[in-house]
């Protein structure tokens, strides 16, 4: 038994693998840095060493819903920080030991401002990095997020229910544009509270960048708004996190349903479109994807 979640929380703004990834994600095997070991008394410090955002500019690049009102300039656009956590879970972890671990995640959110949305899970389908669960939450902006790294309530969780019960975390942050209204930014809505959340971690080859990897991102982007009844939203960006910097960007996309997630990765489309646009410039890429269900929800 697994519990999924996926919630949008009350605005601050006032206070101011597939079952296997269908080609071209059939991800071959690669190392990824391994963190720290893991030393309680360390922790604070290892969250601002290892959690530091780069400081240089970083692109943005627009999500399906700004890319679908770029005719339209009555429409405002509002960016948000989206952030990606992959986990490897241990192989004795138990269910009661996993609904905890996850259950602390998603209730951080009640514990500070800005958190936007939150969405987490097991990973469907496996990968080949073997990563076993991930979690999604959007910030307000990238103070918000730095709060959340130093956040006690987040810091205790780390040292209580992640640290014993993975092998490894991995973080990846960036900045993108949603629609400046409540639905898009908040996640909220019917339609957020079903389907599937695919997550992808890039990285372009430094040739490549602020160049073809931009088409590459633009071309993607472009794509998710010609399929409004498979995908919900995109967003696409630079990573910042310097933890995880052998990633150059990131992509999260929502879809609204598996069937919509295995139509979309399996389209000639998408499939042409990536050995376009990607494939001669991505040195590696990391792919999981996981089901989304209403609070409270479980699945046998």
Known sequence: MQILHTQSIPSPFTNTTLISSPKPFNLSSFSIKKNPKWKVAALGRFLKVNHGLRTKKSNVICSTAEQRSFGNDAKRKRKVVEHVCLLKGKEDLSEEQEKDMLDYLYTTQYQMRGVLSVSLGLVSGGNDDKYSHAIYMRF???????????????????????????????????????????????????EFNYGVELVI???????????????????????????????????????????????????????????????????SEYNNMWRSKFQPIVQKHLSVHFSIDPVGSELM
């Open 140 to 190: 307000q902006k990238k103070e918000d997020l730095l709060k959340f790294y130093e956040n006690q309530f987040y810091v205790g969780v780390l040292k209580d229910h992640i640290v014993p019960n993975c092998h490894e975390i991995i973080n990846a942050d960036f900045e993108s544009k949603v629609e400046d209204d409540i639905l898009s930014i908040f996640r909220k809505g019917e």
């Open 201 to 267: 971690l890039i990285e372009f080859g430094k040739s490549s960048l602020d160049g073809p990897s931009e088409d590459a991102l633009l071309a993607l982007s472009k794509l998710t708004m010609d399929f409004p009844s498979l995908i919900v939203q995109a967003t696409t960006g630079s990573n910042f996190n310097i933890s995880s910097a052998e990633y150059t960007h990131g992509v999260v996309i929502r879809f609204r349903s598996l069937e919509a997630f295995q139509m979309f990765m399996n389209s």
